[in-house]
């Protein structure tokens, strides 16, 4: 009902309108007509119709850029929905390589630098994802910038 709400407006001026010409044995279009000969030196009859093809074009206009609107709309909320699994599916992942790590921790002759440059690679992962998370214009430039590799995203034309 909320998207007809300018449209049911419309038809209760419309009905209102017949309703008191009716009533009021009011003629609109014969005063209208009797005004434009009035001001016929102004030619305003001229300007009827250029006025009715603009109006027509703006409003052909303002659809347009309504359904790019919701269309924009409806992409970042998909982006949204995205970033939120992958959040998850990665934050999971991290938790499974902490549990891993403990497990390193606790063997007997594993390399501690190794150990090391995993903390190291956990961590910049940790970062990225908060800070891609954190995004609120989610555009490819401040996508590559956030993540701080701004070569990233280049297809493999290997592949």
Known sequence: MR?????LIGFAVAVTLWSLTVSLNLDLFENFMFCLQ???AFEMDE???P?????IFLMMNLVQRYHNHKLEIERLRVYRSMMKAMNHILNNFLQKMLLFKLTADETA???PEVLEQYDKIIDEATAQINALNCLTNPDEDNILETIGH???GEP???L
């Open 3 to 7: 998207h007809y709400k300018l449209t």
């Open 38 to 40: 009035r001001h016929e």
């Open 109 to 111: 002759g594993f390399n």
């Open 51 to 55: 006025a009715a093809i603009f109006y």
């Open 47 to 49: 300007l009827i119709f």
């Open 156 to 158: 493999n034309s290997s």
């Open 150 to 152: 701004p070569d990233f």
